[in-house]
């Protein structure tokens, strides 16, 4: 923009030198950053250069269109709070039994009558995923069932953040079983930030150590199948979980248990009994029956020919 200006400028002055043999003379100030538009005008032997500031148009601060979303997003956090209020009250929800869970004091107890140890593996995501966070939360579960049968608890971290996490969960769990001597600070440890490094870690303990059960428990990616499919060549009880939908049909096909998708969250607020994650969970339950409600209701006035209601969710 300014070197526009500044070309437009020098050629003005030329003309008024060469052809109309004046004295250039202009004054130009520019004031900040905004758009100017430049008018030439000759009369009576003199080159004028106007510059004018182009006009914005101003936009309103609420787009009406999107009143829909607005009204969405008041329903949904208006129903999370009440009901994270209800459940710090003392309310108590239903949440549905899910098989994976039903199978941890089973995992434990064959590790158990066995000899060998649990291995968990919270993922390779890190501390601000919240895969990582619900894993973390079934792991305190875990290891406070594994403090009471006195057995092995292996948990390798990818993430810094994570392994110092674990292990202060894993220790307050210790403590509450009232086995606080049998926590070990190097059965929890770190092993690389690479990929695929770590595979190659967590594999490599799975076939030195022939843990009794594995749980996959967090965010996966790529190495999914290679930690499944070690476990069972192994012949360990396997209970995994993930909110990536590409790599559950791997964890399906190759482990016992397979918490899915949300599952993995209602987990961690099941075991916890944590009032927030509980209220959380039914307000977004809540969400999901309004949303169903309102496609529902839609179909049936479209077939009925009454478009308005759809066009009230619609925006560009």
């Not at 709070?81 to 459940?87: D, E, G, L, N, T």
């Not at 695929?196 to 490599?204: E, I, K, L, R």
């Not at 944590?274 to 006035?301: E, H, N, R, Y």
């Amino acid at each position: 923009m300014r070197s526009r200006i500044i070309m437009a400028t020098v050629v003005l002055l030329l003309f008024q030198f060469l052809w109309l043999s004046a004295e250039p003379e202009l004054t130009l100030e520019l004031e900040g950053e905004q758009d100017v538009t430049l008018i030439f005008d000759i009369e009576d032997d003199v080159a004028t250069l106007e510059i004018k500031p182009d006009e914005v148009e101003s936009k309103a601060w609420f787009a009406r269109e999107k009143l829909s979303v607005l009204i969405m997003l008041v329903v949904l956090s208006l129903s999370v709070v009440y009901y994270i209020f209800r459940a710090g009250k003392g309310h108590e929800y239903f949440i549905r039994k899910i098989n994976g869970l039903e199978a941890i004091d089973e995992a434990v107890g064959r590790a158990t009558e066995m000899g060998r140890p649990v291995l968990f593996v919270p993922g390779i995501n890190d501390i601000s995923d919240m895969q990582t966070l619900a894993a973390l939360t079934i792991l305190g579960n875990l290891a406070e069932k594994v403090a009471e049968y006195n057995t092995k608890l292996i948990v390798p971290c990818r993430n810094a953040m994570v392994l110092s996490a674990a292990r202060e969960i894993v220790k307050g769990s210790f403590l509450k079983a009232g086995q606080p001597d049998a926590y070990n600070e190097d059965d929890i440890f770190y092993l690389t930030d690479d990929q695929f490094g770590y595979v190659a870690g967590v594999d490599g303990i799975i076939v030195r150590e022939k843990p009794a059960t594995n749980f996959l428990l967090g965010g996966f990616y790529a190495e999914s199948l290679i930690l499944a499919e070690t476990g069972f060549s192994h012949g360990a009880i396997q209970i995994s979980g993930t909110a990536q939908p590409a790599q559950i049909p791997f964890f399906v096909a190759a482990c016992d248990y397979t918490l899915i998708g949300e599952e993995l969250f209602a987990a961690s607020a099941y075991l916890s009994k944590d009032p927030q994650q509980l209220g959380s969970l039914k307000g977004q339950d809540f969400g999901k029956i309004v949303v169903i409600s309102l496609i529902l209701i839609g179909v049936v006035l479209e077939m009925c020919g009454v478009t308005g209601f759809k066009s009230f969710f619609i925006f560009n």
